[in-house]
Every structure is written in structure tokens, then in C-alpha cells.
């Protein structure tokens, strides 16, 4: 059974920093793509980060570039964020995603860490 458990959310004021965390079981998890996605009040769900499986390549969102940070460490089978310089827009919950390749893609969601930044 594929879980995905984020953690790391809270309360924070502007310029702050946070490290969510996902841990994640069920599956291969150095095989995996790992994302993490957020979502406002009232906006659609976005992408924030990803990184990659096997050579750990990273992408980033415009509006996280220089200030967010995702790695892995697939000996714990954990992704994180490192979020630095939070904004307020930054508040969200934030989600990971798990993306596994057998045969066909199978996509998988963790629950969700709520994000507040507030001054």
C-alpha cells in the first residue's frame, strides 16, 4: 500500500523558513519522481518543485526559484522542501506526489501539510 506522509507545516512570518518533509512507503522509492504541489484558498492546485529519480535533477516553479529547495534522500525514502524567504503568498497546503512508472504511470498524492505565512 503507497503512503505519502507530509509533515514540517506551520505558522510562520514573513522572511521565515520551513523544511516539510514526505515520507513516503509502498513503493520503489529511488524510482520514483517526486513533486511537490500546493494549493490556496481558493486557486487551483500548482506545481512547486520536482525532482527526478535517478540523477536527482531538479525543476522549479518561477515564483519558489532562489528560495525553495527540494532533494531526496532515498536511503529514508523521504523528499523535502526547504522553503527560505517565505511570502505570504507562499501559504498553501502543501502536497507531495508520488509519479512510479510500471508499465503505465501511476500517481499518487500524500495528504497534505498546511503552510501559513502571516505577519
Known amino acids: 500500500q503507497v503512503q505519502l506522509v507530509e509533515s514540517g507545516g506551520g505558522l510562520v512570518q514573513p522572511g521565515e523558513s520551513l523544511r516539510l518533509s514526505c515520507a513516503a512507503s509502498g513503493f520503489t522509492f529511488n524510482s520514483s519522481v517526486m513533486t511537490w504541489h500546493r494549493q490556496a484558498p481558493g486557486k487551483e492546485r500548482e506545481l512547486v518543485a520536482s525532482?527526478?529519480?535517478?540523477?536527482?535533477?531538479?525543476n522549479y516553479a518561477d515564483f519558489v526559484k532562489g528560495r525553495f529547495t527540494i532533494s531526496r534522500d532515498n536511503a529514508k525514502n523521504t523528499v523535502y522542501l526547504q522553503m527560505s524567504s517565505l511570502k505570504l503568498e507562499d501559504t498553501a497546503v502543501y502536497y507531495c506526489?508520488?509519479?512510479?512508472?510500471?508499465?503505465?504511470?501511476?500517481?499518487?498524492w500524500g495528504q497534505g501539510t498546511q503552510v501559513t505565512v502571516s505577519s
Open positions: 525532482i527526478t529519480s535517478a540523477a536527482g535533477s531538479t
Open positions: 506526489k508520488a509519479s512510479i512508472y510500471d508499465r503505465v504511470w501511476r500517481i499518487y
